[in-house]
């Protein structure tokens, strides 16, 4: 069984193509900027084959680019669901992405995701752990394995006014980046916090402006 938050059914952002979204739920990260704060607990226990076969009914819309994400929260945080539900639904002759924050390395999975999309939250050990509160050790795992395996992925990093928008920052990320097929910059914005609120907690990031277009063009400049 695996504790999923909640599920989209035909969604065009996480990853190429229509896809069925899978937000699990739990994540190991606390990030000052989380988005999904909602999915940190609770969420509803569903067994993998039956949520693969459910997933079956879509298929005509994936076409063929298309598929289905495990997304969350973290999907690799429970680790033999996500393995299970990936085998499920390669079984079933349909495409598999992972949207993961780098908090968990678990190649299990890696090995069965079509395309892994993973956030660099912050290129230095010091300041990833401030922004998310676990160490750094899995994502740099994860890179590796994806590198070594040829698997394919893109990365993401999400630019914060004043904490992850810097030049030099964006760059490291470029190089720990190595082997992605693609690169995206997220402008932060704060359509996330009234979530924090809702769950009665403390925003950190309090009073940091949504990211403006002009500094996002010229960060995406130096890619
Ligand atoms: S990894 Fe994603 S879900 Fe987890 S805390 Fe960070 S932003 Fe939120």
């Known amino acids: 069984m695996v504790k999923i938050h909640s599920v989209e059914t035909l969604g065009a952002l996480d990853g190429p193509g229509i896809r069925t979204v ?15 704060p909602d999915t940190w607990q609770g969420g509803e226990e569903r067994d993998e084959r039956e949520l693969a076969d459910w997933c079956v009914r879509y298929k005509p819309y994936y076409g063929a680019d298309g598929g289905v994400t495990l997304s969350g929260g973290e999907p690799l945080l429970q680790r033999d ?50 922004i998310t509160g676990v160490e750094q050790t899995a994502l740099i795992k994860t890179l590796e394995f994806l590198r070594t395996h040829k ?25 720990m980046a190595k082997g992605a097929e693609k690169i995206e910059l997220l402008p932060y914005h704060t359509m996330g916090v009234h979530k924090w609120e809702k769950l009665g907690l403390d925003y950190p990031l309090k009073g940091t402006p949504p990211l403006g277009e002009e500094k996002l063009r010229e960060l995406n400049e130096l890619l």
């Open 22 to 36: 899978i937000f699990f739920a739990g994540c190991p990260m606390r990030c000052v900027y989380c988005h999904n």
């Open 81 to 130: 669901g996500a393995v299970k539900l990936l085998t499920g639904l390669k079984e079933r002759g349909i495409n598999t992405a992972i949207d993961t924050g780098g908090g968990i390395f678990c190649p299990d999975a890696l090995k069965l995701s079509d395309l892994t999309i993973i956030d660099i939250k912050h290129p230095d050990e010091s300041v990833f752990k401030k």
């Open 151 to 175: 698997k394919r992925f893109w990365v993401r990093h999400v630019c914060v006014p004043g904490l992850t928008d810097n030049a030099q920052d964006v760059l490291k990320v470029k190089a």
